[in-house]
């Protein structure tokens, strides 16, 4: 099984994590709609749609960018209808887009917390329920959708929490969405799974962070070829909080230098969530 064909409907797509996905699904010859808010290019934070959508063709797919913010639910429902316009329809959503701040409940203002619930959770939920219609005729036509979203494992231990509560809610908002609807969407034959890393991994956004050490790092597409093996398997394979390195363990896959920012790197950044 491959994504030869299939859309993918990926948000926080213009650079990083997500378009590592997009490129991968791209070399089997997918349709990738980038779904981001990036139009103008930064310096400090490269990539935007229009240069994504440039690597996706290079890639081998077919790409349509559209700018977006996942908060503002008209514009996320106009994306969908625009994808559909274009590809005929949704086979996988992936739920990338996230905002960060490491900060404690002191010096978080309202503001980021509302940023951060707003694209993290809200966001993922509206994307997945914009979508939901796609994806059962996905299903219906027998062509294997998917939900992925890239969020931790749940796990209620306080250390996970007391350094960075809103972060915290904000990313388990989007792994209680995959707990939900890989219940909720079974009966559809829609499959809905969450991936993270165990390591930190080198992006952009990553390296805006003060203190990240980006040689201790992993690139993204240890996410995207872990990614690629979720998103081929069958629909009926739901409700799984996947952590890269094991997922690909278990595809034999256990030699992962090519992933190292530095070459021979032993003492990587543990990303958090993980146990």
């Not at 409907?9 to 990083?16: E, L, M, Y």
């Not at 959508?53 to 996942?70: N, P, T, W």
């Not at 905002?99 to 707003?118: C, F, Q, V, W």
């Not at 989007?174 to 707990?179: D, F, G, N, P, V």
């Amino acid at each position: 099984m491959n994504l030869k064909g299939k859309t993918l409907f990926i948000t926080g797509a213009s650079r990083g994590i997500g378009l590592a996905i997009g490129n991968r699904a791209a070399a089997d010859g997918a349709n990738v709609v980038i779904v981001a808010k990036t139009t103008d290019a930064n310096p400090k934070l490269p990539g935007t749609i229009y240069s994504a959508a440039e690597e996706i063709r290079a890639s081998g797919g077919q790409a349509l960018a559209l700018a977006v913010d996942i908060r503002d639910e008209d514009a996320v429902r106009v994306a969908v209808v625009k994808a559909v316009e274009t590809f005929g329809g949704i086979d996988i959503l992936v739920n990338n887009a996230s905002a960060i701040s490491l900060t404690d409940t002191e010096h978080t203002p309202m503001k980021r917390y509302d940023l951060m619930n707003g694209v993290n959770a809200r966001g993922t939920y509206l994307c997945t329920q914009a979508c939901l219609a796609e994806l059962k005729k996905s299903a219906q036509a027998g062509r294997n959708p998917h939900v992925l979203t890239m969020s931790p494992p749940l796990s209620m231990k306080p250390h996970w929490f007391e350094h960075h509560t809103a972060y915290t809610m904000a990313k388990y908002g989007m792994s209680m969405c995959t707990l939900g609807h890989a219940g909720e969407f079974g009966k559809y034959g829609i499959a809905v799974n969450s991936l993270w890393p165990r390591t930190a991994i080198a992006t952009a956004a990553l390296q805006m962070l003060p203190g990240v050490d980006v040689k201790r790092c992993r690139t993204p597409e240890i996410l995207s070829d872990a990614a690629y093996l979720i998103l081929t398997s069958p629909s009926s394979n739901t409700g799984n909080f996947y952590i890269d390195d094991e997922l690909l363990a278990a595809h034999g896959i256990t030699d992962l230098e090519k992933y190292s920012v530095t070459p021979g790197t032993k003492d990587f950044i543990p990303d958090f969530f993980v146990d």
